[in-house]
């Protein structure tokens, strides 16, 4: 079976980086997965941000289990998402995105979460480009 993964990209708010440590933590809990940390540094945008970078696993490696799965795992998280995809590419390539910000159509059950995007591919593909930012 192919490993599949889900690349997280949250901005989160936050004086100090051990602020975004805790609202990371609270995420974890809220999706109930193990998360391996890419990065923590503050927003480039925003000196009262921070961003985050991690993965999860997924159980599944089939595209429509994967795509299945990221949904579901998302919703712990909040509401108010935007898919793009599922994009499917040469040599059965493929991907799956979601976008979701705390505005009046999204809403995090994780205080301090302002923004988030979630990638699905597996784990040997690689990306084709940078993540979209808000």
């Not at 602020?19 to 193990?34: D, F």
């Not at 599944?60 to 909040?78: H, S």
């Amino acid at each position: 079976m192919e490993a599949v993964r889900l690349t997280w990209h949250l901005v989160v708010t936050g004086k100090h980086e051990r602020s975004a440590q805790r609202i990371l933590q609270r995420v974890q809990a809220a999706i109930g997965r193990t998360i391996e940390v890419q990065a923590i540094e503050r927003y480039h945008k925003d000196p009262g941000q921070f961003s985050i970078r991690f993965t999860t696993p997924l159980d599944e490696a089939a595209p429509a289990d994967a795509v299945f799965q990221a949904l579901t795992d998302a919703q712990r998280l909040g509401s108010g998402w935007t898919v793009i995809g599922p994009m499917i590419c040469q040599n059965n390539r493929w991907t799956f995105e979601m976008v979701a910000a705390a505005n009046a159509n999204g809403r995090f059950l994780v205080p301090g979460v302002v923004w988030t995007h979630i990638e699905v591919r597996p784990a040997d593909q690689p990306a084709d480009e940078a993540p979209p930012e808000p």
